[in-house]
């Protein structure tokens, strides 16, 4: 079972169009089955306006699913539930530092900023939620407490990748302070649940990787396969992003690109994993039958003054 996640807290750009391809053509030419699930869990940035165009661009790209369209939030309470299974078995704790008086307690021994790991402030200081909350005042958040050490995960395309998630992450949240799962707790579960056992995304994600891997672990379940893909650049080599808008399918559709152009242009990128190689206009349909996961890419794709031309994109 494969998904398509995509997060709707802005237009979907090049770099999910080409993860989203090669999820589809991997279940795809094999028969499998496909589930499309939106990761709306920011709620202060997912907007119904960008549920709908998710669902939109891909369509627009010749991607379908299977099922009905699952939301990340619906299981929130369910999956805050686990979280606290796992501090009663002593794997998390309840936390009541605001993100203030983290970066705080970070830079003052460290002096190195927000990238540095959480100190460990609530570590120990509590027995359970309850006593942190009558403490403090404060409603208290959990965090899976990871032990020394690094984690290994294999990854089918970078092979494997090593982590010490202690020493460059640190305890790391399961739940918000108002009791919602935190993301590296859903994803585990809800790919759990669906069935997921490939998931295809950037390799920007790689390294958010072993922190998922400690709570599949905890858990009692077993990993996917992971494939994280070379990421999508604009001419000068710096990765796409949302917040900018960065050459969003919204913008290509608008401007008249043909889907069976980009389509092409991404199945091009993926070096022999498709069948013929180039970059002719196809559809997603046309590439199942000789797609090969096994000679993926991992390279970085620049959107340069050459693709523009052969998508015939000018804004």
């Given at each position: 079972?494969g ?8 237009l979907?750009?090049l ?10 053509l991997a ?9 499309m699930?939106l990761?709306d869990?920011?709620?202060?940035r ?5 549920e709908?165009?998710c ?14 369209v ?10 805050a539930?686990?979280?606290?299974e ?16 983290v ?11 927000p ?11 509590f ?10 005042g ?19 395309l970078?092979?494997?990748?090593s ?12 739940t918000s ?11 585990v579960?809800d790919?759990?649940r ?7 995304r950037?390799?920007?994600?790689l ?10 672990e ?6 996917p396969?992971?494939?994280h893909?070379?990421?999508?650049t ?5 990765r796409?992003?949302?917040?900018r ?8 559709r608008t401007?008249?690109v ?12 993926l070096g ?17 039958a ?7 890419s ?18």
């Amino acid at each position: 079972m494969g998904r398509l996640a995509p997060s709707p807290t802005g237009l979907l750009h090049l770099g999910h169009a080409r993860s989203f391809l090669v999820a589809w053509l991997a279940a795809r030419s094999r028969g499998g089955r496909l589930c499309m699930r939106l990761d709306d869990l920011d709620r202060s940035r997912v907007r119904p306006e960008f549920e709908a165009a998710c669902l939109a661009d891909l369509e627009w790209l010749g991607l379908d699913w299977d099922g009905p369209v699952l939301k990340q939030s619906s299981h929130g309470a369910e999956w805050a539930a686990v979280a606290h299974e796992l501090g009663q078995r002593g794997l998390a704790y309840p936390c009541v530092c605001t993100r203030r008086e983290v970066q705080e307690a970070i830079a003052a021994p460290h002096g190195d900023g927000p990238s540095s790991p959480y100190p460990g402030t609530c570590r120990g200081r509590f027995a359970g939620p309850e006593e942190a909350r009558q403490a403090s005042g404060r409603e208290p958040a959990l965090r899976f407490w990871v032990a020394p050490g690094e984690v290994t995960i294999h990854d089918e395309l970078a092979g494997d990748f090593s982590q010490a998630v202690a020493a460059l992450v640190g305890d790391f949240p399961l739940t918000s302070r108002d009791g919602q799962a935190a993301y590296q707790l859903a994803v585990v579960l809800d790919d759990q649940r669906a069935g997921v056992s490939e998931v295809y995304r950037g390799l920007d994600l790689l390294e958010s990787t072993p922190r998922q891997a400690l709570l599949i672990e905890a858990l009692g379940f077993e990993r996917p396969r992971w494939w994280h893909l070379g990421l999508v650049t604009d001419a000068a080599g710096q990765r796409l992003a949302k917040r900018r808008d960065d050459l969003s399918l919204a913008a290509l559709r608008t401007a008249g690109v043909e889907p069976e152009r980009l389509v092409g242009w991404l199945a091009g990128s993926l070096g022999g994993a498709v069948a013929p190689e180039g970059s002719e206009p196809c559809t997603a349909g046309d590439l199942v039958a000789g797609f090969d996961g096994g000679k993926l890419s991992v390279a970085p794709l620049a959107f340069d003054a050459a693709a523009r031309s052969l998508l015939k994109f000018a804004p």
